[in-house]
């Protein structure tokens, strides 16, 4: 399975960040149009017929993990951007997250492409 997570949208204001009202089906369609997306090329490219898209909403890191406890999944595969210093204190980082509070599934983090490129590798 293939899944993304749709974050709460939030508004940073000064030290807090508030929870705006949003229609969230205007965040959510663009996801699900892009995971889908990346579902049939995994399925054209590697032949796997059985890749299934999950789309979740939430704290991206709480709902994977959550998701690949309770559906007994053996792997989390996450990417990491190589954000680094002030962005990264603010943003957070959801692959440090995931590997933090995942106690029952084993997690996997590999680099994106944009990350090494900005590393120079």
Same mark, same amino acid.
């Given at each position: 399975? $293939?899944?993304? &997570? #749709?974050?709460?949208?939030? +508004?940073?204001?000064?030290?807090?960040? $508030?929870?705006? &009202? #949003?229609?969230?089906?205007? +965040?959510?369609?663009?996801?699900?149009?892009?995971?889908?997306a990346i579902v049939k090329e995994i399925k054209e490219a590697a032949g796997y017929e059985k890749v299934e898209p999950v789309m979740l909403m939430g704290d991206p890191a709480d709902e994977l993990v959550h998701y690949a406890e309770e559906n007994g999944c053996d792997l989390i595969v996450v990417g990491r951007r190589g954000r680094g210093g002030l962005e990264r204190l603010i943003l957070g980082s959801v692959s440090s997250k995931i590997v933090s509070i995942s106690h029952r599934v084993d997690?996997?983090?590999?680099?994106?492409?944009?990350?090494?490129?900005?590393?120079?590798?």
């Open positions: 399975m $293939v899944a993304t &997570v #749709v974050p709460p949208p939030t +508004v940073f204001l000064g030290e807090l960040l $508030v929870p705006e &009202v #949003v229609d969230m089906s205007a +965040v959510a369609e663009p996801a699900r149009r892009q995971l889908d997690v996997l983090v590999v680099e994106s492409a944009s990350a090494r490129e900005r590393e120079g590798k």
